[in-house]
């Protein structure tokens, strides 16, 4: 196994202990809990926030036959704890990030995220979250032993997301800051300008702002991750990416951070040390080979065309689409629901449609719809869950 790199920054035995220090008593998640006492999820999976699974013939199908021979021969060995050169220049060719030394590989986003938090934290901050969130999100800021500080992003009815709620009095009492772009569940994403806003700010009191981009380019495949952006050089910025949610390779369990603060990426690296020392290395081979080819456009295309199609049908209920995703394949839509979000989302599901309530985002009566999933499925789904509303 590579030997941690040495650093004049160290990790004394307090900050350390503090670091992950609200592991045992963060609370469970209740949208995940959620998900696995609901079971295998129907065809029509209206529920899931990423584009199709895709198997390993699918990914081995992409490989040049030097690539398949070399996952037979492949060490099962410690690999380095950063991840393999391989898969880091992959993510940088990807769009993900600049340099790949700047890079370090995480068993998923959840796991970049509770590492970040853990180094920006000393075990009693506070970190400010946008919300409404994913739930995940807040679980990691407390696995990492801070408290959270909710900031409101975004509302029904809003059309944009809005960063004003980061006040100077917020940015002062906070280690750090945790946006989702894309947006989850809305599909919207930060405006460059205001989001290259609040970074100044947040850096000139030497606070760091994470933003979660793990559903970046698939419903926009040029999409720009803010790595690219200039202000990514100041050092007071991680991105976080995974190929779950573009790629549908969530089972690799493949993430990644990405910063130019040495002191940061120093310090990840060593809390990684007490959790999971690395990745799988068949895992890091098969997203190396899947990141060289991108998402599926034929994903894409399709997720576009549910768009519309979602659009079309909450204009023949009287309603419309609104926020209109931008990016990331979910919608969230506001709906004259004949029971509590939650009870219709068990009838749905009942009839071989699963969709995400509401309240899991705070909002009582709203779901969030897929857009990743076949047309035809998502128009049949459409229709179920039709006649178990009201009717327009």
């Known amino acids: 196994m590579t030997p941690p790199e040495t650093s004049s920054v160290s990790i004394d035995g307090r900050a350390r202990r503090a670091a992950l220090a609200g592991l045992a008593m963060a609370a469970p998640s209740s949208v995940d809990r959620w998900f696995a006492e609901a079971g295998r999820p129907p065809l029509a999976d209206l529920a899931r926030s990423g584009a199709p699974a895709r198997t390993v013939a699918d990914v081995l199908a992409l490989a040049t036959p030097r690539e398949r021979q070399a996952l037979f021969e492949l060490s099962l060995d410690y690999g380095p704890g950063e991840g393999t050169a391989a898969l880091r220049e992959a993510i940088v060719d990807a769009g993900h990030a600049r340099h790949s030394e700047e890079v370090i590989a995480t068993n998923g986003a959840v796991e970049a995220l509770v590492l970040t938090c853990a180094a920006t934290a000393d075990g009693a901050s506070q970190i400010a979250v946008a919300t409404p969130a994913y ?145 799988s290395a068949p895992s890091q081979f098969l997203a190396t080979i899947a990141l060289r080819h991108g998402p599926d456009s034929k994903v894409v295309v399709g997720a576009l065309k ?19 995703p931008i990016d990331g394949l979910v919608a969230f839509v506001d709906l004259d629901l004949p029971d ?52 327009a």
């Open 135 to 279: 739930e995940g999100i807040v679980r990691c800021v407390e696995a990492s032993g801070a408290s959270v500080r909710p900031v409101v992003v975004w509302r029904p009815g809003d059309e944009e997301l809005d960063l004003s709620g980061f006040t100077p009095e917020v940015l002062s009492s906070c280690s750090a800051i945790i946006l989702n772009s894309p947006h989850n569940p809305t599909g919207l994403r930060y405006e460059r300008g205001a989001l290259r806003d609040l970074i100044g700010r947040a850096g000139k009191v030497e606070v760091t702002v994470v933003v979660d981009e793990v559903a970046l380019g698939t419903l926009a495949p040029r999409a720009m991750s803010v790595a690219l952006d200039p202000i990514f050089g100041d050092g007071h910025v991680v991105a976080i990416g995974d190929v779950s949610k573009a790629l549908g390779l969530g089972g690799l369990r493949i993430g990644w951070c990405t910063s130019t603060s040495p002191r940061l990426l120093h310090r990840i690296r060593s809390l990684r040390d007490q959790t999971t020392v690395g990745c």
């Open 340 to 391: 509590s979000a939650l009870v219709f989302a068990t009838r749905a599901r009942r009839r071989g449609v699963s969709v995400m309530p509401g309240p899991f985002f705070g909002c009582e009566s709203s779901l969030r719809i897929a857009l990743g999933i076949e047309p035809s499925v998502f128009l049949q789904a459409l229709d179920t869950l039709g006649a178990l509303l009201v009717p």
């Open 306 to 324: 549910n768009r519309d199609v979602l659009a079309s049908w909450m204009q023949q209920r009287g309603g419309h689409l609104s926020p209109r």
